[in-house]
């Protein structure tokens, strides 16, 4: 979360292993009390205690807009708030309803163009998105890209592939299999 790359009060920690995957945080100041909530409507929070007043303060939560809702568009599609409508399909994908997406009912799915040809179908480089819902993927940590496009190709419900070390161009591959929903396309910075 970006946001969240900005407090520095905070010491994050991210664990991931064959247990498990975490998130915990310290904070730098022992005098002072944080914790982050998910709330009944999926809202994650962060409260800090006020002791004058003992009780806890929301300082911050997320999502703030619209696209930040989890599964806002359909599947095959992006959420943009720099467009109107917010959903659009993407490239390779047209509205399953093209009336109602015309009428401004844009929560539907997409479908692909055409139908896939395993092997030989291609891959579209999408730039500046948040990565799909990870609800179906294979995971393999030695891969390089080059390596994970392969295995994709490989495997006929293989929908996308990326690059787990984006940052630093590391290995590590993540493959979508299947249907992928809950992509956010971001200006670019």
């Not at 998910?38 to 800090?48: A, D, W």
């Amino acid at each position: 979360i970006p946001e969240m790359q900005q407090w520095d009060d905070i010491i994050s920690n991210f664990t991931e292993n064959i247990e498990e995957v975490a998130y915990s945080f310290r904070l730098t100041d022992h005098n002072f009390y944080s914790r982050l909530t998910i709330s009944i409507v999926g809202q994650l929070e962060r409260f800090t205690w006020d002791p004058r007043q003992q009780k806890w303060n929301m300082i911050w939560s997320m999502p703030t807009d619209t696209c930040g809702v989890f599964g806002i568009c359909g599947p095959y599609t992006y959420c943009d708030m720099s467009s109107s409508p917010v959903c659009n399909c993407i490239k390779g994908f047209q509205p399953l309803y093209p009336q109602e997406w015309e009428s401004g009912d844009v929560a539907g799915e997409c479908r692909r163009k055409t139908p896939l040809n395993c092997g030989r179908d291609e891959f579209f480089q999408l730039m500046n998105i948040k990565l799909p819902a990870t609800t179906a993927t294979i995971v393999d940590k030695r891969l390089g890209v080059k390596e994970c496009e392969e295995k994709c190709r490989e495997n006929c419900n293989c929908t996308a592939y990326a690059n787990m070390d984006i940052q630093n161009g590391g290995p590590g591959c993540v493959i979508w299999i299947g249907e992928f929903r809950d992509i956010r396309k971001y200006t670019a910075a």
